[in-house]
């Protein structure tokens, strides 16, 4: 039986050929009429590839069994309305913990000793005009997770290679973790060098990491989220970061990304990376091969790999 399967948006070419090979794609971002093309062939679509579906798209492919999305996040999907209408929902966790954690302990890095400052301090030639300057290192200070889910755990396990003391903070103590809990994150931020965000995004954390929280941080704290940029009030980030009341920050993700506060551009004690936490071919691959073992196994009538719900 020939299954027809829906995209809204680009995926990784790898992943568009195998899914390819397996279903008849539609890709409904390269068609000019959307409302048309679905009214006229929306009941025909059994699954979608992707991401960023909401209960009106839901509601126009009266048919949809599955959504399996590429990324380990599902803040941008209806979750509950894909669950009010029996709908699965699948993600790609765990295939990216590394390169994540990895890109977090670079931007700490990165922001501790200003490397993409000093890379431009030498190719501007300002080296002979006098030394770069002292900065910070990592050993020996504490770093604050947020989130302390698969991937914050590779973040912790690096961090300590680091000789860095790691804590944590999120909705309630894990067992079987070397880490001190805290019982509020303003708290884990006034004992910590350093605060890392990697909780998943959501009404839930919304604004979470608030003004008192980095005003707890401190003029001598770093923050670094690679998570969502709506965990973080970054109005009161960039003021802060402006006025002296937070050391530094190195950022993957924005409140409004790809659009990043035009304060921040010119800004000396901050790091900006392009939301590039998985952005590694063999992670990316691995990503589009588990979304496709999702849409596989439930085609088979077999238990999914990553079910969300």
Not at 182 to 211: H, N
Not at 228 to 240: F, K, P, Q, S, Y
Request: aromatic share 4%; with cysteine.
């Amino acid at each position: 039986m020939t299954i027809e399967i829906i995209q809204t948006h680009p995926l990784l070419a790898s992943c568009e050929r195998a899914l390819a090979e397996r279903y008849v794609v539609h890709k409904l971002h390269e068609v000019a009429d959307k409302a048309a093309w679905l009214s006229e062939h929306g009941a025909r679509i059994r699954a979608h590839a992707g991401s960023g579906v909401q209960a009106e798209l839901m509601d126009a492919l009266p048919n949809l069994e599955i959504i399996a999305s590429f990324g380990v996040g599902y803040d941008n999907i209806d979750i509950a309305g894909a669950r009010a209408r029996n709908i699965r929902v699948t993600n790609t966790p765990d295939v990216l913990n590394d390169a994540v954690a990895e890109l977090a302990i670079g931007l700490m890095i990165a922001l501790a000793r200003r490397i993409p400052q000093a890379d431009q301090y030498v190719r501007r030639g300002q080296w002979p005009g006098g030394k770069f300057g002292l900065f910070s290192e990592l050993t020996g200070k504490t770093l604050g997770i947020l989130g302390l889910g698969r991937i914050g755990k590779e973040i912790a396990v690096r961090a300590q290679a680091m000789k860095m003391r790691v804590v944590y903070h999120g909705r309630s103590p894990q067992q079987n973790v070397p880490y001190i809990f805290y019982d509020t994150l303003e708290d884990m931020a006034r004992d910590s060098d350093w605060l890392v965000v990697i909780a998943p995004g959501g009404k839930g954390t919304d604004g979470i990491v608030s003004r008192k929280v980095l005003e707890a941080l401190g003029p001598r704290g770093a923050l670094v989220n690679v998570a969502r940029g709506t965990l973080i009030d970054e109005a009161a980030m960039v003021e802060l970061l402006g006025n002296g009341g937070l050391g530094g920050a190195a950022l993957d993700v924005f409140e409004k990304e790809p659009q990043v506060p035009q304060a921040l551009l010119g800004m000396d004690n901050v790091v900006l990376s392009p939301h590039q936490g998985s952005a590694t071919h063999q992670t990316r691959d691995a990503m589009g091969a588990l979304l496709v073992a999702n849409l596989e196994r439930h085609f088979a009538g077999e238990p999914l790999i990553s079910a969300v719900t």
